[in-house]
Nanobody
Framework: QVQLVESGGGLVQAGGSLTLSCAASGRIVTIHSMAWYRQAPGKQRELVASITGGGSTNYVDSVKGRCTISKDNAKKTASLQMNSLKPEDTAVYYC?????????????WGQGTQVTVSS
């Protein structure tokens, strides 16, 4: 069994900052990549940022320059530092990871953490 647990969401004023964290646990052989997605009410889930095993990163245009994704391979964690937050960043943020176990390679999801940015 593999679990992803997010933390760090909350309520923040526009212009503020938050750091989201994701911890993976279970029978993990390798974490190939990790990513953060978000889903706002009435909208589709979208990729916010991703990071490969080698450390290459990718961001959706709307957060470029404001967000930084990082990961710690040894601790099996990933973080999303978000600065200059805007009301339109309000969403449930989900951690996703492509993980190899002894049995298979699959994408796993966390339960989500709410981020609310007030204007």
């Amino acid at each position: 069994q593999v679990q992803l647990v997010e933390s760090g969401g909350g309520l923040v004023q526009a212009g503020g900052s938050l750091t989201l964290s994701c911890a993976a646990s279970g029978r993990i052989v390798t974490i190939h990549s990790m990513a953060w997605y978000r889903q706002a009410p009435g909208k589709q889930r979208e990729l916010v940022a991703s990071i490969t095993g080698g450390g290459s990163t990718n961001y959706v245009d709307s957060v470029k320059g404001r967000c930084t994704i990082s990961k710690d391979n040894a601790k099996k964690t990933a973080s999303l530092q978000m600065n200059s937050l805007k009301p339109e960043d309000t969403a449930v943020y989900y951690c996703q990871a492509n993980i190899q176990t002894i049995a298979s390679i699959a994408n796993y999801w966390g339960q989500g953490t709410q981020v609310t940015v007030s204007s």
